[in-house]
């Protein structure tokens, strides 16, 4: 295994200064940041408590808290593997083995999703589910299970164009969105797992053609570009979640700046890291980012005096967790900038502003986070990933 492949599994399994006016933030990265996150953990894994009691069926998976009702999916939608990924990672703060228990129940309900065929989001499924339970137990029957996910994921993905495509409904040619970039790391892990390098290639040409085709000058990636299958170009390029297809959507913005990191986690190609930093230079230094450092669900909304100023804690822990890896791979200075960053949003989520009273918010833990604007979906919600990205960066900032 070459050195990086392994250095690749290590931070996986843990884990440009600009002209513009930044937000002055506040919080250092030091060993009390790593206790607050800790604390934090604690607090989650009291909240999780509750979760788990009062909702028992694992193919039936709380995905949303909205309006004073839980929203529930089943195994085959995007959100289905965040819930076992919360509980591993409260396995993994508290080493406690009835987390361990219930980690692996919710996970086994989504054994047979490792067929998927309906969704570029396998990747999502079985990462935060399986991924976690091989990386945290090392039972070996569930990479063999992960390596079946990686090649149904391979079956959209279409050479002459070079990326794989996002939805299976819908009347685009050939739709891929940005948060694809997420479900990369499946097919990362598998080729490692297996040895076999057309996983490897065809991330790598995924997120290539993604960075050319997705990306504005500024950094800023649009939401979904339409390909065409014989020239392998875009058709167009459109929003689906954010005010307007030249706008920002905030949470298709940090699957960027997480899926770049991850990249280069894996291939350790520069252009991957310079491109990661690019996209998080440009978030931190945006005019309409909040001082708390957690955005409108959409980073033009603000200036739109036709649109509600929703913010998107998820996209805000998303940024925080990507933040903190991309941190291990910079520079002092640069790693200083990105652990403040990353710590002032994680001590804003967790805050009451953002973060539920023990009890409340249907136990999720994250307030404020926006699921689907334009289709009026999930707006100052509780969202199952929110959670999960902000477990992660907790879980990060504590081992960092
Ligand atoms: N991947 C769907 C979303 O971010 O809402």
Not at 9 to 35: R, V, W
Not at 85 to 106: C, M, V
Not at 341 to 347: D, F, P, S
Request: glycine share 6%.
């Amino acid at each position: 295994m070459k050195r990086y492949n392994a250095i690749a599994l290590i931070l996986g399994a843990t884990f440009a200064f600009s002209a513009c006016a930044e937000n002055t933030h506040q919080d250092t990265f030091n060993t009390q940041s790593a206790e607050f996150c800790s604390v934090n953990l604690d607090k989650a894994a009291g909240q999780l408590d509750d979760f788990r009691q009062a909702y028992t069926n694992p193919k039936n998976i709380p995905t949303a808290f909205t309006d004073g009702k839980t929203k529930f999916t089943k195994p085959m939608g995007w959100t289905s593997g965040f819930v076992a990924g919360n509980f591993w990672y409260i396995y993994e703060h508290t080493q406690d083995k009835s987390w361990l228990n219930t980690a692996n129940q919710w996970t086994h309900a989504l054994e047979d999703m490792r067929f998927n065929r309906k969704t570029h989001d396998i990747g999502f499924i079985m990462s935060s589910s399986y991924g976690h339970g091989l990386r945290l137990t090392k039972e070996q029957s569930y990479g063999p299970l992960l390596d079946d996910a990686a090649k149904t994921l391979m079956e959209r993905y279409n050479p002459n164009i070079g990326v794989t495509f996002s939805w299976s409904w819908g009347t685009w040619e050939f739709p891929v969105i940005i948060d694809n970039m997420m479900n990369l790391e499946l097919l990362f892990n598998a080729s490692l797992r297996t040895g076999d390098k057309t996983f490897h290639d065809a991330a790598v040409s995924h997120a290539t053609v993604t960075m050319k085709h997705h990306y504005r000058p500024d950094h800023s990636s649009y939401h979904l570009v339409n390909y065409d299958r014989d020239t392998g170009l875009p058709n167009n390029k459109q929003t689906f979640q954010g005010i307007a297809d030249d706008s920002s959507w905030a949470r298709g913005q940090s699957w960027g700046a997480y899926g770049y990191t991850m990249v280069y986690r894996f291939t350790q190609d520069k252009k991957f890291l310079q491109h990661a930093k690019n996209i998080v230079n440009y978030l931190l230094t945006h005019k309409n980012m909040p001082e708390d450092l957690v955005p409108y669900f959409d980073y033009d909304a603000p200036d739109d005096p036709e649109v509600t100023n929703y913010r998107d804690s998820s996209a805000a822990s998303l940024l925080a967790s990507a933040l903190l890896e991309l941190a291990t791979y910079v520079d002092q200075t640069e790693a200083d900038r990105y652990k403040k960053a990353a710590m002032k949003i994680i001590r804003s989520l967790s805050s009451p502003e953002y973060l539920a009273a023990k009890g409340q918010n249907g136990h999720f833990l994250l307030k404020q986070a926006t699921g689907h604007y334009p289709a009026n979906l999930d707006l100052n919600s509780a969202l199952n990933y929110g959670d999960y990205y902000y477990l992660e960066a907790l879980t990060r900032c504590k081992s960092l």
